[in-house]
C-alpha cells in the first residue's frame, strides 16, 4: 500500500484512519493525470448525461478517486487534522494533496459543480485562515474526553454509509445518475404511481433501489439521533457538513431531491420499522445549517463563502435567522 502520512505527527487513530482510507494510493492514482499538465474542469466532474450500465470506466474512474480522496481528507479532518497547523503541506509527501485542493479544475469542482466544505477549511488552514475562536475551539474538543469515542462513531456510520451497496446505488441517482437504467425523475414517477411498480421492477436489480432508499432513510434517522446527542459543537459541525451535500446542501438540484425524499416518506413508512413522522422530521433537521453546523459555521463564515453561495447555505442561513 502506497502511504504518504499526512498524520504522521497526529495520534495513532488518525493514522488508522489514513490508512484505512487508503489515501497514499488515491493520490499515487491521481499524480499522473495532474502531471500531464492543463486539465479541463468540466473533465473533473463525471457527467450525469451519460446513459451507461452503472459502470464508471477507463479516465472517468480517476474523478472517482478524487471523490474518494476529498472525502477521506474530510473525515481525517473530522478527528482533528488541520486543527492546529499548516506544516504538513510543507512536507514533499503532503504537497500534491495540497496541489490539488488548490488546483484551479478541483477548486471549481468541490465550490461551483459538487458543493463542499470541508476541503475549504482544509485550504484556509494551509493558507493559514483559519479564525483564532474556531481553531482554539477545536483543539480544545480534541482535547476532551469522549472525544476519541464520539469520532469513532463518526467512522462506523460513514464506513456504513460509504461500504453499504444499496445505498451507494441510491445516492448515485440522487446525484443524477442512471442506475439500473432507472434516471431519478422515473424513479420519482414510479413511487407516485404504484400501479407501475409491477412492471418497473421486471428490469434487473432495480429493486435494490427501493432496499437503498429505504436504507438511506434508516441511516438519515441515525446520523441525526447521533448528532442531536453530541455535545461537541465543532465536531457536530464537521460531522454535518461531510454529509451536508446527500440532505440537500449540494445546490439547487440536491435542494430539490432533498425536499423530494422529505415528502416522499409516506412510502418508506409502509415499513412498520420507519416511523413517518419522525423521519420527516429528521430530514428537515438535516437540511438546515442553522441547526446542526451553525456554531461552526458562525465562526468560519468567511472561509465557507464559496460553499455557502453554492450551496443555498446562506440563504437558508438568512431565512432562518429572519424567522427567529
Not at 458543493?115 to 477549511?121: I, S
Amino acid at each position: 500500500m502506497t502511504e504518504i502520512c499526512l498524520t504522521r505527527n497526529a495520534t495513532s487513530l488518525l493514522r488508522d484512519v489514513e490508512h484505512a482510507y487508503a489515501v497514499g494510493e488515491k493520490v499515487a492514482g491521481l499524480k499522473p493525470v495532474f502531471s500531464q499538465g492543463a486539465i479541463d474542469p468540466f473533465r473533473v466532474f463525471r457527467s450525469h448525461r451519460v446513459i451507461a450500465n452503472d459502470i464508471v470506466e477507463g479516465e472517468d474512474v480517476v474523478w472517482e478517486q478524487l471523490d474518494l480522496l476529498l472525502g477521506a481528507l474530510s473525515a481525517l479532518h473530522i478527528g482533528g487534522l488541520q486543527a492546529e497547523g499548516a506544516e504538513i503541506w510543507r512536507d514533499p509527501e503532503g504537497q500534491f494533496v495540497w496541489e490539488l485542493l488548490c488546483h484551479p479544475a478541483v477548486i471549481a469542482y468541490y465550490e461551483r459543480h459538487y458543493p463542499f466544505a470541508p476541503p475549504l477549511l482544509l485550504r484556509a488552514a494551509g493558507d493559514r485562515r483559519l479564525p483564532d475562536t474556531y481553531r482554539s475551539q477545536w483543539q480544545a474538543e480534541l482535547e476532551q474526553e469522549g472525544f476519541d469515542a464520539a469520532y469513532r462513531q463518526v467512522l462506523h456510520l460513514n464506513a456504513r454509509f460509504i461500504s453499504n451497496d444499496v445505498i451507494g446505488y441510491f445516492i448515485e441517482l440522487l446525484d443524477g445518475f442512471y442506475v439500473f437504467d432507472t434516471h431519478i425523475d422515473e424513479f420519482r414517477r414510479v413511487l407516485e404511481q404504484p400501479a407501475r411498480l409491477g412492471g418497473w421492477l421486471t428490469r434487473p436489480d432495480r429493486w435494490q433501489l427501493l432496499e437503498g432508499m429505504a436504507s438511506f432513510y434508516e441511516f438519515a434517522l441515525d446520523l441525526d439521533q447521533y448528532l442531536a446527542a453530541l455535545e461537541f459543537p465543532m465536531l457536530r459541525g464537521h460531522v454535518w457538513l461531510h454529509f451536508a451535500y446527500w440532505f440537500g446542501n449540494g445546490g439547487a438540484r440536491m435542494e430539490e431531491v432533498a425536499l423530494w425524499l422529505q415528502n416522499a416518506v409516506a412510502h418508506a413508512a409502509e415499513d412498520e420499522s420507519i416511523d413517518g413522522a419522525e423521519l420527516g422530521e429528521a430530514l428537515a433537521r438535516l437540511r438546515a445549517p442553522q441547526r446542526y453546523p451553525l456554531v461552526l459555521i458562525e465562526q468560519t463564515a468567511e472561509v465557507l463563502g464559496p460553499w455557502l453561495e453554492s450551496s443555498r447555505g446562506g440563504e437558508q442561513l438568512s431565512a432562518g435567522s429572519r424567522s427567529l
